[in-house]
């Protein structure tokens, strides 16, 4: 069975403190995205990565992909309230682009 | 943000009814699919489409059926609609198999 897994699931954080997120992806791929989602809203796509090795960085956030761990990792530095929302990874392995998504970790930053 | 829309964006309706919900694109893009987001499943896909008339079942597919007439626009269409179809339907876009995908504002659906 094709499964990615999430963990944490929830996630209170202190602003300031550091934090990372755990994607686990059953398939050989190499390709994995992670999306953001705030309270009833639509998802936002905040990285790609397509190789294993590949790190992408934004602002606090910060995604690399381990192919051969089959493991992604989202790292939150120095965590602000404007970071509260769910976050998603989703594998890209299956074809014509069909993704297979966590089942997100919600990320609460409290002062 | 990708030139996505979706109609309508709050529907209520009951069972055995048939449903269609749209997704319109401006940005010209190849691929698009639709999902169902239900709460502690993520999301998981319905239908995708890799060109006009041409599309192909995700993982839920049962009880749904799409239309890909043109480019710019995948219609979802719930056959008879069940209460367990209840739920929030995101369509998709892409500009290839590798892109990632943008999302549309998504359609909330309450079958009674």
């Known amino acids: 069975e094709l499964k990615v897994e999430q963990n944490p699931l929830f996630l209170s954080m202190q602003e300031g403190k550091n934090y990372t997120i755990y994607c686990n992806y059953s398939t050989t791929s190499d390709r994995l995205y992670w999306y953001r989602q705030d309270p009833g809203k639509s998802l936002e796509s905040l990285f790609v990565l397509l190789s294993n090795g590949a790190v992408k960085q934004e602002g606090r956030l910060m995604a690399s992909l381990d192919t051969k761990a089959r493991l992604s990792t989202l790292h939150i530095t120095a965590a602000v309230h404007d970071l509260s929302a769910t976050y998603f990874c989703a594998d890209g392995q299956r074809s014509q682009g069909n993704l297979i998504f966590g089942k997100g970790t919600k990320l609460s930053v409290k002062p | 943000d990708a030139g996505i829309t979706q109609s309508p964006r709050h529907k209520v309706t009951e069972t055995g009814t048939p449903v269609t919900l749209r997704c319109h694109q401006t940005?010209?893009?190849?691929?698009m699919y639709w999902y169902r987001q239900d709460p502690g499943h993520g999301l998981r896909l319905i239908h995708y489409?890799?060109?006009?008339?041409?599309?192909d079942k995700g993982e839920v597919s049962d009880g749904y059926s799409v239309s890909r007439s043109k480019t710019e626009d995948f219609l979802l269409t719930l056959e008879s609609a069940t209460s367990s179809q209840t739920s929030v339907y995101f369509c998709?876009?892409?500009?290839?198999?590798?892109?990632?995908?943008?999302f549309g504002p998504g359609t909330r659906l309450l079958v009674l």
């Open positions: 998709a876009i892409s500009g290839s198999s590798v892109e990632t995908q943008y």
């Open positions: 489409s890799y060109g006009v008339k041409d599309t």
């Open positions: 940005e010209n893009h190849r691929y």
